[in-house]
């Protein structure tokens, strides 16, 4: 009887808690409309930058490059080292080795089921062992093993691998349902990433449902190192491009590094269930040469390491202004989330 009323507790207990996510759901509804507001309101600050600071015109993306293809079945075209490797490793070693494997498993079953049929075979063979056939069953799949091992080990320590110290840092927050991006080597405090309508998207040349207002803009042949967290709840940063896919754990950095190969536009998607606007919170990365993404920092009244701060202050005054206002928004769109 004790043990039924402590079942019936536990029932209880884990009911409320159950419920209380909920409660804190309806609260976050308000999210939404608050992002295309802030979205509105910074606009008006981005073109006084534009007059005031220098100009940084966005590049527009190619259909087919970093972003998913009509009726493709494989992965993108990689635009990384690790991410070339990697498709080599599955192309390469993977599947010729799963497929070998799925033949000759479905060859054995047909052989045996044919040839070894109860009409065909009345007396079936007594033999219980085999010594070389069970020392050949078994050796063989630890060498296949050992051999993907090795590619596999060598891709894991390359995603791993710490960056080096002129790296460029990115500080990427997931937020219910939103991504924040910070600089912190350049001064350039976190400004957010929403989705774009539609039919602002289409106006853009934008890939409906991919396209961002304010891009992630990245250098291309310098390596980068992502430090990774959430703000609420488990996000995922995943670019396919780059073979990137990198939970954001609040309470946690998780850290990735990697070379873009090409400058371009690559998308990718929040990668993990996060609640009601998952599906609609994009990651548009701009791959820029590193002349562009100083001359991009400077215009984010941001300075490159090294650069004498004081030598960049006329366009820093310049774009203070933007800087503050993208700032003053984040914070605002934060309680109405998290409350
Ligand atoms: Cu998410």
Redesign the pocket.
Known sequence: MHRRITGFMMAMALGASALAPVAAHAQAEAAPAAAPATADVAAPADNAAAAAAPAFDHAAPVAGVGMPRPGELSFQDQYTSTGEYALWMHDAVLLPIITIICLLVLGLLLWIIVRYRRSANPEPSRTSHNTLLEVAWTLIPVLILVGIAVPSIKLLAAQFKPAPAHAVTVKVT?Y??YWGYEYPDNGIGEYVSNMLPAEEALKRGEPRLLGVDNRLVLPVGVPIKLIITGADVI??FSVPAFWVKEDAVPGRLNERTFTIDKPGVYYGV?S?L?GDR?GF?PIAVEAVTPERFAQWVRTQGGTMPGEDAAAAAPAADNAAAPAAADNAAAPAQAPATSS
Request: proline share 0%; aromatic share 10%; hydrophobic share 20%.
């Open positions: 997931g219910q349902w996000h995922s929040c993990e996060c998952h919170m």
